[in-house]
């Protein structure tokens, strides 16, 4: 069975899916959206949708499409800001996200993750003294806040500035401090890394299919994950560590993600590795998948 966020996050529910679309409350707004794993027919009518929609969102002439940006408008048919604030309430931490409507369908926050943010919290917390957790991919941050919330040393990474910003936002107003904001490519942080010889107790790693770093460095999952991981093994602690890839694109599977890592990390077999789907659950009770986890505990 996958992993899903739990009942008691009051700010988010999946209230209906099917046709392409989900339809979504992040706190007090209704939410439409593209979700092309969303094969099925709506439970709900079209009417149900429109009367409780704040914003539809409307995809531009290219998306979808490949080599096209999948940029698009959101539509507005109830009044509602553009930008807002949901509290997600973890076993033991707090977090306050700032949510905005992005071009890209985007609102700065996936859901489905909230159970690797448990994850992040408890074996950050399980670790002695002051673990120094990566995240790499970091986007706006709540898997870093996760950690930041278990006493972590954080570094938090990501090659657009925007979204690092917005992460420091969501570090301020969930009530921490002192996150190490890097804005650079993945890959060469982390060849400088094992460089340096750095060591950390905890890595996150949430890569997309395609993806560039500030200077124009190409990052395409199918030919860096491997590499990736190889540096990743190489700086994770040998005796107390954990990781936790994450994978939402190209379809790739469970069993796939074990042994890209189980290779990469050069382990003789899958001990230490669990994996599984991260999918949310609509309001009529269908299953939605939408990203597979490979975690490993040293
Ligand atoms: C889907 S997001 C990760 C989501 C995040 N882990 C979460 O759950 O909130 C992928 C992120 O990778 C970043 N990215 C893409 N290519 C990159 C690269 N070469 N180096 C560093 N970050 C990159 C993007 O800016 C984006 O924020």
């Given at each position: 069975m996958p992993q899903f966020p739990k009942d008691s996050w009051k700010d988010y529910s999946l209230l209906d899916s099917g046709r392409g679309m989900k339809l979504e409350r992040f706190g007090s707004y209704v939410l439409e959206r593209p979700e092309p794993k969303a094969l099925w027919e709506p439970t709900m009518s079209r009417a149900e949708w429109d009367r409780l929609v704040h914003t539809v969102f409307a995809p531009g002439a290219g998306f979808g499409r490949a080599g096209k940006e999948d940029s698009g408008t959101w539509e507005r048919r109830r009044t509602m800001p553009d930008q807002w604030h949901i509290s997600y309430p973890g076993e033991g931490f707090g977090l306050d996200l700032r949510l905005g409507l992005t071009a890209f369908k985007h609102v700065g926050v996936f859901p489905e993750q909230a159970p690797n943010w448990e994850y992040i919290y408890s074996n950050t917390k399980a670790l002695p003294g002051t673990p120094k957790v990566l995240n790499l991919f970091a986007y706006t941050g709540a898997a870093s806040l996760a950690a930041k919330a278990a006493g972590a040393d954080v570094t938090h990474l990501d090659s657009?500035?925007?979204?690092?910003?917005?992460?420091?936002?969501?570090?301020?107003?969930?009530?921490?401090?002192?996150?190490?904001?890097?804005?650079?490519?993945?890959?060469?942080?982390?060849?400088?890394?094992?460089?340096?010889?750095?060591?950390?107790?905890?890595?996150?790693?949430?890569?997309?299919?395609?993806?560039?770093?500030?200077?124009?460095?190409?990052?395409?999952?199918?030919?860096?994950?491997?590499?990736?991981?190889?540096?990743?093994?190489?700086?994770?602690?040998?005796?107390?560590?954990?990781?936790?890839?994450?994978?939402?694109?190209?379809?790739?599977?469970?069993?796939?993600?074990?042994?890209?890592?189980?290779?990469?990390?050069?382990?003789?077999?899958?001990?230490?590795?669990?994996?599984?789907?991260?999918?949310?659950?609509?309001?009529?009770?269908?299953?939605?998948?939408?990203?597979?986890?490979?975690?490993?505990n040293r």
């Open positions: 657009v500035r925007q979204v690092v910003t917005w992460a420091r936002g969501n570090m301020e107003s969930t009530g921490l401090e002192g996150i190490h904001w890097v804005v650079e490519d993945a890959m060469k942080f982390a060849s400088r890394e094992v460089k340096r010889g750095h060591v950390y107790q905890g890595i996150i790693l949430d890569p997309p299919s395609y993806g560039h770093g500030p200077d124009g460095e190409k990052w395409k999952l199918d030919e860096c994950l491997f590499d990736m991981l190889r540096m990743v093994s190489a700086l994770l602690d040998p005796e107390h560590g954990w990781m936790v890839l994450n994978l939402y694109s190209n379809g790739y599977s469970a069993a796939l993600g074990e042994t890209v890592v189980r290779e990469a990390f050069g382990l003789k077999d899958y001990t230490g590795i669990t994996s599984g789907e991260l999918a949310l659950r609509d309001g009529f009770g269908k299953v939605l998948p939408l990203s597979i986890y490979v975690r490993l």
